[in-house]
């Protein structure tokens, strides 16, 4: 492995750095902490990826790049007669081969396996040879000699050669079995000599005949030369008897073939003869057929029209029907627009009642509500300075007479009596207060009769203004059914009137029975019409097949003459199929 150039882009120490590599040894200097050991590390990085690096991939990217700066390493080596050019980043990288264009590999894994099968050594096994440290050596010192002879051997390429010794060995000893085996299977001299006098005995006998055979060969040759010139004139003379055979029998079917169709067209005259006959019957008979059809067209239209009549006479009859419930609906709803704003007057006094009657209740009730918390309140406050006395009679009662008053804390001796007096008076009447207010918020806890009427006419009034506002409601949408409903009405009757009009328009003249018989009448007719069409269709070919009749004769005349020459023709030829044989046989 040879290394040709290092780039090195935002790793660790190195900004951007590029190292080109000359011949030979190779020195790196410089003082502590300026990245010479980041040289070695970017390459063993690029070689095996992140295992390679020390610490963690965070810590690769230079400090004096940005956060999103692209960290890379590009390395070019070359490696068993072949140039490479690896180029890894924090998150991909790409191994080219020999200056080519696209990668032949192109993941953090894949360059990785691909870099180790080319280099034959593991990450290991290359950190503790040829890329390591004079401390790190120490890993050959702890193996036992055997493995450390494995371990070099491996690492050398020396295994590579104890395994082509093998294989040597392997394939001599094969080829040497293959020998064996094949002087095994060798005959003795004699066998060999024997079998090489056969051979030159059979080479006489063979060459003998050879000299027969060509002997035989030109005879023949020269008897073939005597006989070519007679083979060819029979073969000539029976060619031209084939040939006029052939033309007899093409001239003997065209004369059948003519013959066959002036047949075919005599029955075909024949067949129009009859259909001029039966024609002419047909005709007397579908005279009628035009004006019946104009008739039953006529009727058609009646029927049509008589159909139209009828579909508007039930569209009148709808019409007068729907007329005359609009006309009621009308009637009952006139009164609407008058009803509407008594409706809306009474309206208007009942809600003016509501809000009189839900402004008196509230103020009642928050009367009530006033004097009820109001109890309750001074009931509170009754309970508390009620335990505050009895809190303080109870510490005058426990300090008794030699002890000091609790409000002014002066001591008490003869005034004990009138103290303790003065605390049990005032808790009388606080026990007093408290049983009033008690029975005064017993008397608030149910809603007073003036409130409760006042809720209950609130109440009904608000029903009232429901019901005046629903049939307010109803009369409202009669008012706007009556605009709508004039206008239906109005639409119904110019429609009532355009069907009238056209209803009378049409003329009631129709007679079904007449029309089924003309049905029944021209149904009966058009298959004869039909089969008069056919025939004369036939009658139109009666010239056609005269000309063709014509034609056919000629023809016949023609192919029985050319026959009659090929006869003779065939006669006059001096052919015998026997001497043509013997001939061909010789």
């Given at each position: 492995?040879?290394?040709?150039?290092?780039?090195?882009?935002?790793?660790?120490?190195?900004?951007?750095?590029?190292?080109?590599?000359?011949?030979?040894?190779?020195?790196?200097?410089?003082?502590?902490?300026?990245?010479?050991?980041?040289?070695?590390?970017?390459?063993?990085?690029?070689?095996?990826?992140?295992?390679?690096?020390?610490?963690?991939?965070?810590?690769?990217?230079?400090?004096?790049?940005?956060?999103?700066?692209?960290?890379?390493?590009?390395?070019?080596?070359?490696?068993?007669?072949?140039?490479?050019r690896?180029?890894?980043?924090?998150?991909?990288?790409?191994?080219?081969?020999?200056?080519?264009?696209?990668?032949?590999?192109?993941?953090?894994?894949?360059?990785?396996?691909?870099?180790?099968?080319?280099?034959g050594?593991?990450?290991?096994?290359?950190?503790?040879?040829?890329?390591?440290?004079?401390?790190e050596?120490?890993?050959?010192?702890?193996?036992?000699?055997?493995?450390?002879a494995?371990?070099?051997?491996?690492?050398?390429?020396?295994?590579?050669?104890?395994?082509?010794?093998?294989?040597?060995?392997?394939?001599?000893?094969?080829?040497?079995?293959?020998?064996?085996?094949?002087?095994?299977?060798?005959?003795?001299?004699a066998?060999?000599?024997?079998?090489?006098?056969?051979?030159?005995?059979?080479?006489?006998?063979?060459?003998?005949?050879?000299?027969?055979?060509?002997?035989?060969?030109?005879?023949?040759?020269?008897?073939?030369?005597?006989?070519?010139?007679?083979?060819?004139?029979?073969?000539?003379?029976?060619?031209?008897?084939?040939?006029?055979?052939?033309?007899?029998?093409?001239?003997?079917?065209?004369?059948?073939?003519?013959?066959?169709?002036?047949?075919?067209?005599?029955?075909?005259?024949?067949?129009?003869?009859?259909?001029?006959d039966?024609?002419?019957?047909?005709?007397?008979?579908?005279?009628?057929?035009?004006?019946?059809?104009?008739?039953?067209?006529?009727?058609?239209?009646?029927?049509?029209?008589?159909?139209?009549?009828?579909?508007?006479?039930?569209?009148?009859?709808?019409?007068e029907?729907?007329?005359?419930?609009l006309?009621?609906?009308?009637?009952?709803?006139?009164t609407?627009?008058?009803?509407?704003?008594?409706?809306?007057?009474?309206?208007?006094?009942?809600?003016?009642?509501?809000?009189?009657?839900?402004?008196?209740?509230?103020?009642?009730?928050?009367?009530?509500?006033?004097?009820?918390?109001?109890?309750?309140?001074?009931?509170?406050?009754l309970?508390?300075?009620?335990?505050?006395?009895?809190?303080?009679?109870?510490?005058?009662?426990?300090?008794?007479?030699?002890?000091?008053?609790?409000?002014?804390?002066?001591?008490l001796?003869?005034?004990?009596?009138?103290?303790?007096?003065?605390?049990?008076?005032?808790?009388?009447?606080?026990?007093?207060?408290?049983?009033?207010?008690?029975?005064?918020?017993?008397?608030?806890?149910?809603?007073?009769?003036?409130?409760?009427?006042?809720?209950?006419?609130?109440?009904?009034?608000?029903?009232?203004?429901?019901?005046?506002?629903?049939?307010?409601?109803?009369?409202?949408?009669?008012?706007?059914?009556?605009t709508?409903?004039t206008?239906d009405?109005?639409?119904?009757?110019?429609?009532?009137?355009?069907?009238h009009?056209?209803?009378?328009?049409?003329?009631?003249?129709?007679?079904?029975?007449?029309?089924?018989?003309?049905?029944?009448?021209?149904?009966?007719?058009?298959?004869?019409?039909?089969?008069?069409?056919?025939?004369?269709?036939?009658?139109?070919?009666?010239?056609?097949l005269?000309?063709?009749?014509?034609?056919?004769?000629?023809?016949?005349?023609?192919?029985?003459?050319?026959?009659?020459?090929?006869?003779?023709?065939r006669?006059?030829?001096?052919?015998?199929?026997?001497?043509?044989?013997a001939?061909?046989?010789?």
């Amino acid at each position: 492995m040879r290394l040709n150039s290092l780039r090195l882009s935002n790793f660790r120490q190195h900004v951007d750095t590029f190292i080109e590599f000359e011949t030979g040894l190779t020195g790196i200097i410089g003082p502590n902490g300026s990245g010479k050991t980041t040289i070695l590390e970017a390459i063993a990085w690029a070689l095996y990826g992140q295992d390679a690096a020390r610490g963690k991939k965070e810590t690769i990217r230079s400090l004096s790049a940005g956060a999103g700066a692209r960290v890379k390493v590009e390395l070019d080596f070359q490696l068993g007669g072949h140039r490479y050019r690896v180029e890894r980043g924090l998150t991909s990288a790409e191994l080219y081969l020999d200056g080519a264009e696209e990668p032949i590999a192109n993941s953090l894994t894949g360059v990785s396996e691909m870099l180790r099968r080319r280099l034959g050594m593991t990450r290991e096994e290359f950190f503790n040879t040829y890329f390591t440290g004079q401390k790190e050596l120490d890993v050959m010192a702890s193996m036992a000699p055997s493995e450390r002879a494995q371990f070099l051997s491996r690492v050398l390429g020396y295994e590579r050669l104890r395994v082509a010794q093998r294989l040597v060995r392997e394939k001599g000893r094969l080829v040497g079995a293959e020998a064996t085996g094949l002087r095994t299977a060798l005959p003795d001299a004699a066998h060999v000599e024997r079998i090489h006098d056969e051979a030159v005995a059979r080479l006489t006998q063979a060459s003998e005949r050879v000299r027969v055979s060509t002997t035989r060969r030109d005879r023949a040759t020269h008897e073939m030369s005597e006989i070519a010139p007679r083979w060819l004139a029979a073969q000539q003379e029976r060619e031209q008897l084939q040939e006029a055979l052939a033309e007899l029998r093409v001239a003997e079917s065209e004369a059948a073939a003519y013959a066959r169709d002036a047949e075919r067209i005599g029955r075909e005259l024949t067949d129009v003869a009859a259909a001029d006959d039966e024609l002419q019957h047909l005709a007397e008979e579908l005279r009628p057929l035009a004006a019946l059809s104009e008739e039953l067209q006529a009727l058609d239209a009646l029927a049509r029209d008589e159909g139209r009549r009828n579909a508007l006479l039930d569209t009148e009859r709808a019409l007068e029907e729907e007329l005359s419930r609009l006309r009621e609906r009308r009637t009952r709803i006139e009164t609407a627009p008058s009803l509407e704003e008594e409706a809306i007057l009474e309206l208007e006094q009942m809600r003016a009642m509501l809000e009189l009657v839900e402004g008196e209740l509230e103020a009642k009730r928050t009367e009530w509500v006033r004097d009820r918390q109001e109890a309750d309140t001074k009931r509170t406050a009754l309970r508390e300075q009620y335990a505050e006395v009895k809190e303080q009679r109870e510490r005058l009662v426990t300090a008794g007479e030699d002890g000091t008053c609790p409000i002014c804390e002066r001591a008490l001796h003869d005034h004990y009596r009138s103290v303790l007096d003065h605390f049990d008076e005032q808790m009388a009447n606080l026990i007093a207060d408290g049983k009033y207010f008690n029975s005064r918020i017993e008397q608030l806890e149910e809603m007073p009769g003036e409130v409760r009427e006042l809720d209950e006419r609130r109440r009904s009034t608000f029903e009232e203004v429901g019901k005046l506002e629903r049939r307010l409601v109803k009369v409202q949408l009669a008012v706007q059914e009556l605009t709508s409903l004039t206008r239906d009405l109005h639409a119904r009757e110019q429609r009532f009137a355009l069907v009238h009009a056209e209803r009378v328009a049409i003329p009631g003249t129709y007679d079904a029975a007449r029309h089924a018989a003309a049905r029944r009448e021209l149904e009966r007719l058009r298959p004869l019409d039909g089969r008069a069409t056919r025939l004369a269709t036939l009658m139109e070919r009666r010239p056609v097949l005269e000309s063709e009749r014509d034609r056919a004769a000629a023809g016949v005349a023609r192919a029985q003459g050319r026959a009659a020459k090929l006869s003779a023709r065939r006669d006059v030829l001096a052919f015998s199929e026997q001497g043509y044989a013997a001939l061909r046989a010789r």
